[in-house]
């Protein structure tokens, strides 16, 4: 999904842990999906993914569920 489709024009946010400098990961949600962006490059295509599937991610990320050898 693009820049300029329904979760490119949604409004973004960060985490509150996020320094403020623009160097984060920010989230929008619309229509049961959530898109993931690069604040540095906010004009580039937005990749989007179910919002469930997205708060698996989170749970896992948050419990320490993820596979940590890469």
Do not use: Q
Not at 31 to 51: E, L, N, W, Y
Request: net charge positive; glycine share 18%; proline share 6%.
């Amino acid at each position: 999904m693009g820049g300029t489709g329904p979760v490119g024009r949604s409004r973004w946010a960060t985490s509150t842990y996020s320094s403020g400098d623009r160097d984060c990961v920010e989230v929008a949600f619309v229509a049961g999906m959530t898109g993931i962006r690069d604040s540095k490059v906010a004009h580039s295509p937005v990749p989007a993914t179910p919002g469930d599937a997205f708060a698996a991610f989170l749970g896992g990320a948050k419990g320490s569920g993820l596979d940590r050898t890469v």
